[in-house]
């Protein structure tokens, strides 16, 4: 059993700020900024392609919740909302979930790095990448 279907057991503590019938919300053990959240599925899918998409669509529904709260309570400028999914994305506690990651200025904590690759053959990406 992974350590996210522990917390939604009971058998891991957690400071939760959101549940409901399909999901819960508890502040992230290693917050980037404050007020780090972290949503997962009561029922276990592994990442989100894994999952329902009733379940991750309910569940993005409530980040979006999440993310406005706080913005209105915690008084964050933005919020990051990601899914890490898989090992090679950087996940890991294979258990879907969503981060809620509020944002306060350039100092806040959070520092997500795009290095935007050269030359690339847009044409041969989307040779193989779009829908057949
Ligand atoms: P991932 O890297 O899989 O996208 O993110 C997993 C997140 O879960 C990490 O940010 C990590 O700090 C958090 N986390 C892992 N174990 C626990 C735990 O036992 N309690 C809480 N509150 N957060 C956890």
Redesign the pocket.
């Known amino acids: 059993m992974d350590?996210f279907c522990k917390?939604v057991n009971g058998e891991?503590p957690?400071?939760k700020v959101y549940e409901d019938d399909v999901c819960l919300a508890?502040?992230?053990?290693?917050p980037v900024t404050i007020g780090h959240t972290?949503l997962i599925c009561k029922e276990h899918y592994s990442d989100v392609v894994d999952a329902n998409p009733e379940v991750s669509m309910h569940m993005f529904d409530v980040a979006k919740k999440l993310a406005n709260r706080a913005i209105n309570k915690l008084n964050a400028k933005g919020v990051n909302i990601l899914?890490?999914c898989k090992e090679a994305a950087?996940?890991?506690?294979p258990h879907f979930?969503i981060?809620i990651i509020p944002r306060y200025d350039e100092t806040d904590g959070y520092n997500p790095i795009f290095t935007a690759k050269e030359n690339v053959d847009f044409e041969a990406v989307l040779k193989e990448f779009k829908e057949d």
Request: no cysteine; proline share 0%; glycine share 6%.
């Open positions: 350590i917390i891991i957690s400071y508890f502040l992230d053990i290693n972290v899914t890490n950087g996940q890991t506690v979930h981060h």
